[in-house]
C-alpha cells in the first residue's frame, strides 16, 4: 500500500521524459525556453528539497505552501507562445503535466507531514523520507539531462530561431497609428531617445546644421524629427516599405530616405557629424561590420548615437517575454535574446574602430502608472505610454561614442 504514495511520482516522471527526450527532440527549442525549463526544475527541486532540510512546524509548512504555488504557477509561464511552437500532442502532455504538479507537491507535503487516510495511510516516517530522497535525486538528474541538452543547444545541436526583420515590411501607417502592435512601443520609446538625442546635439554643437545618417531608420521616427530640427538628415534602411512611410511622415521634405545595407554603406568617408543607430544592433549578427562603417563615414570628432538591448536575464523577461505576453500582434522572433548586446561588449566594438563611448544612459519603461496597467490588461499601448532614463542599463541602453581624431605625425 505504501508504494501508491509513488504512483504520482512516478507518473510525472513518466510525463516529463516523453516531454523531455521526446518532444524537445522533434522540434528546435529556443534558448528562453530551454532556460524557462531548467529554471521550471530548479524551483521544483526546492519544494522537495523543502521537507528534507526543515522539520514540519506552522511557519515552515506556510512556506512550503508559497513555494509550491510559485512552483506551479511557473510551468505555465510558456503557454502563450507554446502555442506556436508546439503540436496538438505535446500540449496535451504540458495539460498532463500541469494536473499532476500540484499533485505531486501536495503528495510531498503529506509524506513530509505524516498526514495519510484510512484508505492510504501514511508510511513511517524513515520510509517517508526515503521516498523523497528518491524522487529529490531523480529531479536532480533530470536537471543535469536538462543542462547537457542546453550545452548541446550551443554547439549548434539545436538552433535557436533567427532574428524576424521582415515584420517592419508589413507596418505601413501602422508605424504611426497602431496601438495593438509591439510597434508602437517603438513609438514611445523614441520619444524619450529623439528629445535626447536633440538636447545632446544642442549642448555639444550649438544650433549649426549637422550632417546626420540615421541608420535602419524604420518609418522615420528620429529622422524626421532631426530634419525638423534643421539638420540635414539621411536615413537609410533595407525595408523599402518603411522608407516609404518614412518620406510620407517628413514635415520638411529635406529628409533624404534610401535603401542601403548598415554593413556596406555607399558614402564616402567622414561624411557625416553624427550617426545615429536606435533599435538596430540587435537585428543583425554582424555588429563588426555595422559599427566598422559608421566609424568610416563619421568625421573626427564625429558622434555614434545608440540604442540597445543588455542581454541580461531581465531584458529576456521584460523585452522578450512581456511584450509577447502583454502586446498584441506581437510576431514570433521579434527579438532574439542571443543577440542582445551588453555594454561592454558595445564598448569593445566600438573601441576596436576608433569610437570612445562617452555617455550610457539606461531605459525601462514607466511602470505604475495608468498606461502600464492598461497594456497589462487590454494588450493596447495608448499615446500615454513612456520610456524613462534609469541608473540601471539591465533592459536597454542609449549613449554615444565619439570618433577620436588621428594625430598627424609631429603633430
Not at 563619421?298 to 548615437?305: D, M, Q, T, V, Y
Request: aromatic fraction near 10%; hydrophobic fraction near 50%.
Amino acid at each position: 500500500m505504501n508504494l501508491l504514495w509513488l504512483l504520482p511520482f512516478a507518473l510525472q516522471g513518466l510525463a516529463m521524459a516523453v516531454d523531455e527526450l521526446g518532444c524537445h527532440r522533434r522540434r528546435p527549442v529556443p534558448r528562453w525556453e530551454w532556460l524557462g525549463h531548467v529554471l521550471d526544475t530548479v524551483v521544483f527541486l526546492g519544494c522537495l528539497a523543502w521537507p528534507l532540510l526543515f522539520p514540519p512546524d506552522p511557519a515552515r509548512v506556510r512556506g512550503y505552501a508559497l513555494l509550491a504555488a510559485v512552483s506551479c504557477l511557473l510551468i505555465t509561464k510558456d503557454e502563450l507562445v507554446h502555442r506556436r511552437l508546439c503540436g496538438g500532442g505535446e500540449q496535451w502532455l504540458h495539460a498532463v503535466l500541469f494536473i499532476l504538479h500540484p499533485v505531486v507537491l501536495i503528495a510531498t507535503a503529506c509524506l513530509w507531514l505524516g498526514a495519510g487516510t484510512a484508505a492510504l495511510p501514511a508510511p513511517p516516517p524513515d520510509l517517508a523520507r526515503g521516498m523523497l530522497l528518491v524522487q529529490g535525486f531523480a529531479v536532480s538528474g533530470f536537471l543535469a539531462l536538462q543542462a547537457a541538452f542546453g550545452a548541446g543547444r550551443r554547439q549548434g545541436a539545436v538552433p535557436g530561431p533567427a532574428i524576424n526583420n521582415a515584420i517592419y515590411d508589413q507596418l505601413g501607417e501602422r508605424w504611426y497609428s497602431a496601438s495593438d502592435d509591439p510597434v508602437a512601443l517603438l513609438r514611445a520609446e523614441s520619444r524619450l531617445r529623439t528629445a535626447w538625442v536633440l538636447a545632446e546635439l544642442e549642448a555639444h554643437f550649438g544650433p549649426r546644421p549637422l550632417a546626420i545618417l540615421d541608420v535602419a531608420c524604420g518609418g522615420g521616427f528620429l529622422a524626421n524629427a532631426l530634419a525638423a530640427a534643421g539638420h540635414v538628415v539621411t536615413g537609410v534602411d533595407l525595408s523599402r516599405d518603411s522608407l516609404e512611410v518614412a518620406r510620407r511622415h517628413d514635415p520638411t521634405g529635406s529628409a533624404a530616405y534610401l535603401a542601403q545595407d548598415a554593413r556596406s554603406l555607399d558614402f564616402p568617408a567622414a561624411q557625416f557629424d553624427v550617426v545615429c543607430m536606435m533599435d538596430f544592433l540587435e537585428h543583425l549578427e554582424e555588429r563588426d561590420a555595422v559599427i566598422a562603417e559608421a566609424a568610416r563615414v563619421l568625421k573626427p570628432g564625429g558622434w555614434l548615437c545608440f540604442h540597445t538591448f543588455n542581454r541580461t536575464l531581465l531584458s529576456w523577461l521584460v523585452a522578450i517575454k512581456g511584450v509577447e505576453w502583454f502586446v498584441r500582434n506581437t510576431p514570433p522572433d521579434m527579438h532574439v535574446h542571443a543577440l542582445f548586446l551588453k555594454p561592454s561588449e558595445l564598448g569593445a566594438l566600438c573601441a576596436r574602430h576608433g569610437l570612445a563611448v562617452e555617455l550610457v544612459r539606461g531605459v525601462a519603461p514607466r511602470v505604475c502608472t495608468l498606461p502600464f496597467l492598461k497594456l497589462l490588461f487590454t494588450g493596447r499601448v495608448s499615446d500615454g505610454f513612456a520610456f524613462r532614463f534609469t541608473r540601471s542599463q539591465r533592459i536597454g541602453y542609449c549613449g554615444r561614442a565619439r570618433k577620436i581624431p588621428v594625430t598627424e605625425p609631429g603633430g
